[in-house]
Protein backbone atom coordinates (compact mmCIF):
# COMPACT_ATOMS: atom_id res chain seq x y z
CA UNK A 1 0.00 0.00 0.00
CA UNK A 2 2.06 3.29 -1.22
CA UNK A 3 0.78 6.69 0.25
CA UNK A 4 1.93 9.73 -0.36
CA UNK A 5 2.01 12.00 2.58
CA UNK A 6 1.46 16.15 1.78
CA UNK A 7 2.57 17.78 4.91
CA UNK A 8 4.66 20.90 5.07
CA UNK A 9 5.73 20.33 8.70
CA UNK A 10 9.04 18.68 9.45
CA UNK A 11 8.77 17.02 12.68
CA UNK A 12 5.23 15.79 12.01
CA UNK A 13 6.15 14.66 8.84
CA UNK A 14 9.14 12.88 9.69
CA UNK A 15 7.03 11.43 12.46
CA UNK A 16 4.28 10.12 10.42
CA UNK A 17 6.24 8.71 7.77
CA UNK A 18 8.15 7.05 10.61
CA UNK A 19 5.14 5.63 11.69
CA UNK A 20 3.36 4.65 8.78
CA UNK A 21 6.75 2.77 7.24
CA UNK A 22 7.04 0.65 10.54
CA UNK A 23 3.54 -0.41 9.78
CA UNK A 24 4.45 -1.61 6.19
CA UNK A 25 3.28 1.69 4.31
CA UNK A 26 5.48 2.56 1.50
CA UNK A 27 5.63 6.51 2.11
CA UNK A 28 6.71 9.48 -0.10
CA UNK A 29 6.11 12.87 1.68
CA UNK A 30 6.14 15.80 0.14
CA UNK A 31 6.24 19.84 1.45
CA UNK A 32 3.63 21.65 -0.80
CA UNK A 33 0.90 21.49 -3.44
CA UNK A 34 2.92 21.83 -6.43
CA UNK A 35 4.93 18.66 -5.68
CA UNK A 36 1.63 16.62 -4.42
CA UNK A 37 -0.08 16.74 -7.83
CA UNK A 38 3.36 15.79 -9.69
CA UNK A 39 3.59 12.90 -7.52
CA UNK A 40 -0.01 11.59 -7.77
CA UNK A 41 0.91 11.66 -11.86
CA UNK A 42 3.99 9.97 -11.19
CA UNK A 43 4.20 8.17 -8.50
CA UNK A 44 -0.01 6.64 -8.66
CA UNK A 45 -0.04 6.61 -4.64
CA UNK A 46 -3.14 3.98 -3.42
CA UNK A 47 -4.10 6.67 -0.83
CA UNK A 48 -3.12 10.63 -0.32
CA UNK A 49 -3.33 11.79 3.62
CA UNK A 50 -3.14 15.78 2.61
CA UNK A 51 -2.95 18.65 5.02
CA UNK A 52 -4.97 21.74 4.04
CA UNK A 53 -2.42 24.39 5.44
CA UNK A 54 0.37 24.11 2.82
CA UNK A 55 2.70 27.18 1.86
CA UNK A 56 2.26 27.22 -1.63
CA UNK A 57 -1.49 26.51 -2.62
CA UNK A 58 -4.19 25.55 -0.48
CA UNK A 59 -4.85 22.23 0.49
CA UNK A 60 -8.95 22.48 -1.11
CA UNK A 61 -6.70 23.49 -4.36
CA UNK A 62 -4.47 20.58 -4.15
CA UNK A 63 -7.74 18.22 -3.63
CA UNK A 64 -9.38 19.93 -6.20
CA UNK A 65 -6.43 19.37 -8.83
CA UNK A 66 -6.49 15.49 -7.95
CA UNK A 67 -9.99 14.90 -8.41
CA UNK A 68 -10.05 16.61 -11.80
CA UNK A 69 -7.53 13.26 -13.02
CA UNK A 70 -8.16 11.02 -10.10
CA UNK A 71 -11.84 10.45 -9.12
CA UNK A 72 -11.22 7.56 -6.95
CA UNK A 73 -8.25 7.63 -5.63
CA UNK A 74 -8.92 7.61 -1.91
CA UNK A 75 -7.82 10.95 0.35
CA UNK A 76 -7.69 11.99 4.05
CA UNK A 77 -7.80 15.44 4.54
CA UNK A 78 -5.46 16.69 7.62
CA UNK A 79 -5.69 19.93 9.18
CA UNK A 80 -5.80 22.43 12.22
CA UNK A 81 -8.91 24.49 11.16
CA UNK A 82 -11.90 22.70 12.74
CA UNK A 83 -14.77 24.50 11.98
CA UNK A 84 -18.20 23.04 10.49
CA UNK A 85 -17.35 25.37 6.96
CA UNK A 86 -14.02 23.85 6.40
CA UNK A 87 -15.14 20.35 6.99
CA UNK A 88 -18.40 20.39 4.79
CA UNK A 89 -16.42 21.91 2.22
CA UNK A 90 -13.73 19.48 2.43
CA UNK A 91 -15.80 16.92 1.81
CA UNK A 92 -18.18 18.66 -0.55
CA UNK A 93 -14.21 18.67 -2.81
CA UNK A 94 -14.21 15.03 -2.65
CA UNK A 95 -12.17 14.71 0.56
CA UNK A 96 -13.12 10.81 1.73
CA UNK A 97 -12.37 11.27 5.16
CA UNK A 98 -11.21 14.20 7.55
CA UNK A 99 -9.34 14.37 10.92
CA UNK A 100 -8.49 17.18 12.44
CA UNK A 101 -5.34 17.89 13.84
CA UNK A 102 -4.20 17.27 16.68
CA UNK A 103 -4.67 13.94 16.64
CA UNK A 104 -3.93 10.41 17.91
CA UNK A 105 -1.11 8.02 15.54
CA UNK A 106 -3.66 5.34 16.42
CA UNK A 107 -6.82 7.43 14.77
CA UNK A 108 -4.95 7.97 11.54
CA UNK A 109 -3.51 4.16 11.44
CA UNK A 110 -7.50 3.76 11.78
CA UNK A 111 -9.18 6.17 9.29
CA UNK A 112 -6.52 4.62 6.77
CA UNK A 113 -7.04 1.09 7.16
CA UNK A 114 -10.74 2.30 6.75
CA UNK A 115 -9.90 3.77 3.34
CA UNK A 116 -7.77 0.22 2.63
CA UNK A 117 -11.02 -2.02 3.09
CA UNK A 118 -12.91 0.19 0.80
CA UNK A 119 -10.15 0.06 -2.37
CA UNK A 120 -10.17 -3.22 -1.22
CA UNK A 121 -14.39 -4.05 -1.91
CA UNK A 122 -15.28 -0.77 -4.00
CA UNK A 123 -12.67 -2.67 -6.55
CA UNK A 124 -13.02 -5.87 -8.90
CA UNK A 125 -10.17 -8.27 -7.20
CA UNK A 126 -9.23 -9.11 -10.65
CA UNK A 127 -6.89 -7.35 -13.10
CA UNK A 128 -6.66 -8.46 -16.77
CA UNK A 129 -4.08 -6.58 -19.16
CA UNK A 130 -4.11 -9.05 -22.37
CA UNK A 131 -3.60 -13.06 -21.62
CA UNK A 132 -2.22 -12.02 -18.34
CA UNK A 133 -4.88 -11.53 -15.04
CA UNK A 134 -4.12 -11.16 -11.73
CA UNK A 135 -6.63 -11.90 -9.02
CA UNK A 136 -5.83 -9.61 -6.12
CA UNK A 137 -8.04 -11.32 -3.38
CA UNK A 138 -6.47 -14.68 -4.36
CA UNK A 139 -3.10 -13.45 -4.47
CA UNK A 140 -3.23 -15.76 -7.95
CA UNK A 141 -1.62 -15.14 -11.42
CA UNK A 142 -2.41 -16.30 -14.97
CA UNK A 143 -1.34 -16.69 -17.97
CA UNK A 144 -3.35 -17.80 -21.08
CA UNK A 145 -5.41 -19.12 -17.97
CA UNK A 146 -2.23 -20.86 -16.52
CA UNK A 147 -1.50 -20.33 -12.63
CA UNK A 148 2.03 -18.98 -12.32
CA UNK A 149 3.88 -18.89 -8.94
CA UNK A 150 5.41 -15.76 -8.49
CA UNK A 151 7.83 -14.72 -5.28
CA UNK A 152 6.10 -12.24 -3.62
CA UNK A 153 8.18 -9.11 -4.77
CA UNK A 154 7.89 -10.18 -8.12
CA UNK A 155 4.13 -10.47 -7.26
CA UNK A 156 4.10 -6.55 -5.56
CA UNK A 157 5.84 -5.35 -8.67
CA UNK A 158 3.57 -6.85 -11.48
CA UNK A 159 -0.03 -6.12 -9.60
CA UNK A 160 1.59 -2.32 -8.85
CA UNK A 161 2.36 -2.03 -13.06
CA UNK A 162 -0.92 -3.52 -13.74
CA UNK A 163 -2.79 -1.67 -11.73
CA UNK A 164 -1.72 1.21 -13.56
CA UNK A 165 -1.22 -0.87 -17.33
CA UNK A 166 -0.39 1.85 -20.03
CA UNK A 167 1.32 4.88 -17.14
CA UNK A 168 4.63 4.72 -16.60
CA UNK A 169 5.82 3.95 -13.43
CA UNK A 170 9.25 5.11 -12.07
CA UNK A 171 11.97 3.26 -10.86
CA UNK A 172 11.99 5.04 -7.77
CA UNK A 173 8.56 4.47 -6.89
CA UNK A 174 8.70 1.08 -7.95
CA UNK A 175 11.71 0.64 -5.34
CA UNK A 176 9.44 2.17 -2.72
CA UNK A 177 6.92 -0.27 -3.02
CA UNK A 178 8.97 -3.18 -3.24
CA UNK A 179 11.28 -2.09 -1.00
CA UNK A 180 9.50 0.16 1.73
CA UNK A 181 10.86 -0.66 4.72
CA UNK A 182 14.08 0.97 5.08
CA UNK A 183 15.80 -1.87 3.31
CA UNK A 184 18.88 -2.54 1.84
CA UNK A 185 18.14 -2.27 -2.32
CA UNK A 186 20.36 -3.69 -4.79
CA UNK A 187 21.03 -1.33 -7.44
CA UNK A 188 20.26 -3.54 -9.88
CA UNK A 189 17.60 -5.10 -8.27
CA UNK A 190 14.13 -4.13 -10.13
CA UNK A 191 15.93 -5.08 -13.34
CA UNK A 192 16.43 -8.82 -11.85
CA UNK A 193 12.69 -8.93 -11.23
CA UNK A 194 11.57 -7.35 -14.70
CA UNK A 195 13.73 -10.04 -15.92
CA UNK A 196 12.26 -12.68 -14.02
CA UNK A 197 8.63 -11.39 -15.13
CA UNK A 198 9.57 -11.02 -18.49
CA UNK A 199 10.72 -14.80 -18.58
CA UNK A 200 7.18 -15.95 -17.14
CA UNK A 201 5.11 -13.61 -18.83
CA UNK A 202 6.31 -13.08 -22.19
CA UNK A 203 9.31 -10.31 -23.34
CA UNK A 204 7.13 -7.73 -24.33
CA UNK A 205 4.45 -7.87 -21.32
CA UNK A 206 6.88 -5.19 -19.80
CA UNK A 207 8.55 -2.32 -21.09
CA UNK A 208 11.04 -0.44 -20.23
CA UNK A 209 11.13 3.21 -20.74
CA UNK A 210 14.82 4.40 -21.16
CA UNK A 211 16.05 6.56 -17.80
CA UNK A 212 12.46 6.99 -16.29
CA UNK A 213 11.10 3.49 -15.42
CA UNK A 214 9.04 0.25 -16.44
CA UNK A 215 5.21 0.28 -18.59
CA UNK A 216 3.20 -2.27 -19.30
CA UNK A 217 1.36 -1.09 -22.16
CA UNK A 218 -2.42 -1.45 -22.96
CA UNK A 219 -2.92 -4.58 -25.96
CA1 LIG B 1 0.60 22.69 7.40
Known sequence: MQILLVEDDVELAAALVRA???RGYAVNQVGNGRLALTAVRTEAPDIVVLDLGLPDMDG???????????????????????S????VEGLDR?????????????????RLRVLER?????????IRVGEVS??????????????????????????????????VLSRASLESRLYGWGEEVASNALEVHVHHLRRKLG?????????VGYRIPLP
Do not use: W
Open 20 to 22: LRA
Open 203 to 211: TQFIQTVRG
Open 84 to 87: VEDL
Open 94 to 110: GADDYLPKPFAMSELLA
Open 60 to 82: LQVLRGIRANERHLPVLVLTARN
Open 134 to 167: LDTARLEVRCDGVAIDLPRREYMLLKALMENAGK
Open 118 to 126: RLGTSTSSE
